[in-house]
């Protein structure tokens, strides 16, 4: 009689404990029996590809400058990325030039380890270097010959108003902070001073500055033409989006799970029950279509939240695409096989 009280018992409080999850073990069950479409059963990821008339370019970095585009066939991609070996951080800094058909036809790289001071900018056709106050015309002509950016004044900040009247023949471009080399006061060494780096006619110089305020807006002297930037599905773009969602595995906090109250207005939505699973897209490129997939996050009152959403590129003679990583740091240029 005692064993079977103790068995009842274990029963009743065995439904006690599991009741409140029911739902979550029954759609965790559910899922098992989806099948992904035989259409999509081969599909890789894009930095896996594979396919006989196309290939994939794989770029990482930790920073991607915007996409500009130099002429009507050749797209500059610019980034940095950091590289850690022996406990010593390296820094490289790069630029890719593709060409009609999304192959790197010229480069340039610096490396360097983070303890030098350089900071790296794309502006129009030159490369600038703000901490060591040069730049190139590597873009433009391909010379990586470094020059210096003068100073207009090497002991005088600059007035705002003298700042606007320089501006009305300059352009400006960019903006550093200094602390260490150069001081605003002696009575303050802590307080630091701005750099603003101009250019026009040919020159360029940069200037020093207590003026906190940036100088008002402009139209760019330089031209700047950045690459067209399209949001894939989003637009309405018929030649690349998201065809299907599998649902993988549903992630469900135990209402015994007390810690998750902690976890609630994190702000990333993660303490949100939600299924982890599995977008599919398509690409329509010129010979064929291609398929890739990647993972993904579904909610029930929000709509499927990607990892990785992409900004879409298209050459002009629709050669090929390149899809920038918005969330992730990596951009892929999906080619013709040569």
Not at 15 to 35: E, H, N, S, W
């Amino acid at each position: 009689m005692k064993i079977k009280k103790v068995i009842i018992g274990v029963v009743i409080l065995s439904c006690i404990v599991i009741f409140p999850d029911t739902g979550k073990y029954y759609k965790r069950l559910a899922v098992k029996f989806q099948r992904v479409p035989e259409v999509y059963r081969t599909c890789r990821t894009l930095d896996s590809l594979k396919d006989d008339d196309y290939d994939v370019l794989e770029i990482q970095a930790q920073y991607f400058e915007p996409i500009l585009q130099i002429n009507d066939s050749t797209l500059l991609i610019a980034g940095s990325r950091d590289k850690e070996n022996d406990e010593k951080i390296t820094i490289e800094d790069f630029w890719y030039k593709l060409d009609q058909n999304g192959y790197v036809v010229d480069s340039l790289t610096y490396i360097y380890p983070n303890t030098i001071p350089h900071n790296y900018k794309t502006v129009d056709r030159y490369i600038i270097d703000t901490e060591s106050d040069s730049y190139n015309n590597w873009i433009a002509k391909g010379d990586t010959t470094n020059y210096l950016i003068n100073n207009l004044d090497r002991d005088r900040r600059f007035s705002k108003k003298e700042i606007e009247k320089l501006l009305s023949t300059k352009e400006y471009v960019a903006k550093e902070y200094v602390t260490e080399e150069i001081q605003a006061s002696p009575s303050d060494p802590e307080k630091g001073v701005y750099k603003l780096f101009l250019y026009g006619h040919g020159q360029w110089n940069y200037l020093l500055t207590d003026d906190y305020d940036d100088p008002q807006s402009r139209d760019s002297k330089l031209e700047i033409t950045y690459a067209g930037e399209l949001t894939d599905e989003n637009e309405g773009l018929d030649f690349i989006r998201r065809e299907y969602i599998h649902k993988d595995n549903w992630i469900q906090y135990s209402f015994w799970d007390f810690g998750r109250y902690l976890r609630w207005g994190a702000g990333n939505q993660s303490h949100i029950d939600h299924w982890e699973g599995t977008s599919y897209f398509k690409i329509v490129m010129p010979h064929k279509t291609l398929y890739f997939k990647q993972p993904n996050k579904i909610y029930e009152e929000l709509k499927a939240r990607e990892l990785n959403n992409y900004k879409v590129y298209r050459s002009k003679d629709k050669k090929y695409l390149l899809l920038r990583g918005i969330d992730q740091g990596t951009c892929y240029v999906i080619r013709p096989k040569k």
